[in-house]
């Protein structure tokens, strides 16, 4: 069975550059999680979606980040425009609470 | 302010030897912890986990100890194998949500 799947996995783009992630989750998951990892932090959850609902997204800086989950399979999370701080590595999971299941990441870099 | 804190950022261990990871929470409703582990370029994947309900859980070379009252947890590697080297985050959840630490570096020396 495939994992989670996200792309790109290494994105380099100037400031004030928008930028987009992808994510598919392993198939029949209908949650779905946006973290973001800082360097030498641990993942810090921006979005979470129950199908396609967006039931949490409190944490995510609603000024230039946004994502969607149209069909409750796929997702996309978007930055417009990035921002230095920006550079980390955006995470997408899926599964439950109790048990969340990782992709490899997109380590993005700002400059 | 960090309601799961992983004070050491990292932490060397011979092989053969064990490993200990420590892990504090400050949220009293957190009921379940986990842990995961993170090689380089690859995301963390699932370890093992603790109810509030129990103490300890015993997976193979993976031990985790719950102390509630001291909202303490500690991950034990025995024995530690060069392949164990990697990033280890302590979790914890009690709503919908996981709080990660900020990880400790485990380098398992041969």
């Known amino acids: 069975e495939a994992g989670v799947v996200q792309s790109p996995r290494y994105k380099i783009i100037e400031k004030k550059q928008p930028v987009a992630f992808w994510c598919n989750p392993i198939s029949g998951h209908n949650t779905l999680y946006w973290y973001r990892q800082n360097l030498g932090q641990g993942p810090e959850l921006l979005i979470r979606?129950?199908?396609?609902?967006?039931?949490?997204d409190s944490q995510l800086p609603k000024d230039r980040f946004s994502a969607e989950r149209l069909k409750g399979v796929d997702s996309t999370l978007k930055i417009q425009p990035a921002e230095l701080g920006d550079s980390a590595v955006y995470l997408c999971a899926s599964g439950t609470n109790y048990e969340q299941y990782f992709g490899p990441g997109t380590r993005l870099t700002v400059t | 302010d960090q309601q799961v804190k992983q004070n050491s950022p990292s932490l060397s261990v011979q092989e053969g030897r064990i490993s200990i990871l420590n892990c504090d929470y400050t949220n009293s409703m957190f009921d379940y912890f986990l842990w995961y582990k993170k090689y380089p370029a690859e995301g963390p994947t699932f370890l093992i986990s603790i109810s509030s309900i129990k103490d300890k859980n015993e997976d193979g070379r993976f031990t985790v100890f719950l102390n509630k009252s001291a909202k303490h947890l500690s991950l034990h590697i025995v024995p530690s194998q060069p392949g164990d080297s990697a990033v280890y985050f302590c979790?914890?959840?009690?709503?919908?949500?996981?709080?990660f630490g900020a990880g400790t570096i485990l380098r398992v020396k041969s």
């Open positions: 979606y129950e199908n396609e609902e967006a039931v949490d």
């Open positions: 979790a914890a959840t009690g709503t919908n949500k996981l709080v």
